[in-house]
């Protein structure tokens, strides 16, 4: 599966950065040139299906599970998982309450 559709409409909006972590739906040719053209450094693994695969830092690769578990562990606040809130300010500061009390815990 690619996410090729939703890095083209992403690509636009992502903030200032000097490094992307992302998983190998994200690895085709004109993603890495045009994070290259922005200055951002890459991790993205190659599709196994690709004959002369691109290296990468694997342990800088490896922190992606950080926001991976920081992710599931606000799903488990149905409030936000469910978004139950109309407007935007109020769902971000459902999302700071849950993340307060996540890295209180």
Not at 80 to 94: I, N, Q, W
Request: charged share 30%.
């Amino acid at each position: 599966m690619s996410d090729n559709k939703g890095a083209r409409l992403m690509l636009d909006a992502l903030p200032t950065a000097s490094s992307l972590i992302a998983y190998r739906g994200y690895d085709s040719d004109w993603f890495r040139a045009k994070l290259q053209g922005r200055g951002i450094e890459r991790y993205i693994p190659s599709c196994r299906s690709r004959k002369v695969p691109y290296t990468y830092d694997k342990s800088a690769y490896r922190e992606r599970h950080k926001v991976e578990n920081l992710f599931a562990k606000l799903k488990d606040w149905r409030r936000v998982a469910t978004r139950y809130d109309r407007c935007a300010h109020t769902f971000f500061s459902a999302i700071c309450i849950a993340a307060t009390i996540i890295f209180w815990l």
